[in-house]
């Protein structure tokens, strides 16, 4: 079964380093990848996505994610953190055979001034 | 503008009562989620639909239904079965199940 695991519960970045959130997926094919945020209380809004191609995508607010098939992996980083990057992460895979986007737990950053 | 309404934003509703969330589109998607959102549990999925007329369960079904009537709208009954309503609602939509969703911004659901 597919699924995706995040290792990290909370972290917490001084602001103005740098950051990088793990993710590790579960999936028999190449896999549609994506990262969310989510403010407390709001909806999701997409980060970045990986379909094919240059395993290395940008997103909006700054933030970029590096696809690794060896290691299963697909890390959201960003060079320089802002208070504002405060808040909570979600990665997602791409479903086989036309289900839903599945999510790992979270990560909830925090960022120390 | 192109989006997904949720409504209502908080909802408070006596135990062994029913109660209708709703969720609106107007992206023009075919496909449109349910997710349940608890504290350090992620997004679980209840229900899918890829298409007018037809809707899935997902992991998490037990005490829930829907309805797939128009491709705009795609409404949550949280039912007496469900054993602990009490979360975060959040309804979604994509142009195929295998493309980024789009989120609404949630229904916090209290049940007392």
């Known amino acids: 079964a597919q699924s995706v695991t995040q290792p990290d519960i909370h972290i917490t970045v001084s602001e103005g380093a740098s950051l990088e959130l793990r993710c590790n997926y579960s999936?028999?094919?190449?896999?549609?990848l994506f990262w969310y945020v989510q403010s407390p209380g709001q909806g999701l809004q997409l980060l970045l996505k990986?379909?094919?191609?240059?395993?290395l995508v940008q997103g909006i607010k700054g933030f970029e994610a590096e696809f690794k098939r060896s290691q299963s992996s697909f890390n959201l980083r960003k060079p320089s953190v802002h208070w504002s990057d405060a808040a909570e992460y979600f990665c997602a895979v791409g479903p086989q055979a036309g289900t839903a986007l599945i999510f790992g737990k979270g990560t909830t950053l925090s960022v120390s001034s | 503008d192109g989006g997904i309404t949720q409504s209502p934003k908080y909802l408070f509703r006596k135990e062994g009562q029913n109660v209708t969330l709703s969720c609106e589109q107007n992206?023009?998607?075919?496909?449109m989620y349910w997710y349940r959102q608890d504290p350090g549990q992620g997004l679980r999925l209840i229900y899918y639909?890829?298409?007018?007329?037809?809707?899935q369960k997902g992991d998490i079904a037990e005490g829930y239904s829907v309805s797939r009537e128009k491709k705009e709208s795609f409404p949550l009954t949280v039912t007496s079965a469900q054993k602990n309503p009490t979360a975060f609602y959040l309804c979604?939509?994509?142009?195929?199940?295998?493309?980024?969703?789009?989120f609404g911004q949630g229904t916090r659901l209290t049940v007392v």
């Open positions: 992206l023009n998607h075919d496909a």
């Open positions: 639909s890829q298409i007018v007329n037809d809707f």
């Open positions: 990986y379909f094919s191609g240059d395993t």
């Open positions: 999936y028999g094919a190449t896999p549609y």
């Open positions: 979604a939509s994509s142009i195929d199940p295998a493309r980024s969703a789009f």
